[in-house]
């Protein structure tokens, strides 16, 4: 994280891989179609956003 916080890319990249998994839980939304059977769909847009704010705290965030 101190890697993350100090502009490393690899070390960005590994925080969002690291949290991408509850990023997409939390980009999920559930649809039932005619059939009444459920379908899981990943709101890409809402996943981008979440992953913007992700790297906006990383930036923010201050080591003391």
Sequence with gaps: ???????????VARVIRYYSGYMAQLSMWTRFDSLG???FHLDY?????????L????????LD
């Design 1 to 11: 994280i101190a890697a993350a916080v100090n502009g490393d890319p690899d070390a």
């Design 37 to 39: 059977i459920c379908r």
């Design 45 to 53: 847009i809402y996943n981008q956003r979440l992953e913007s704010k």
């Design 55 to 62: 790297v906006a705290a990383i930036f923010q965030f201050h």
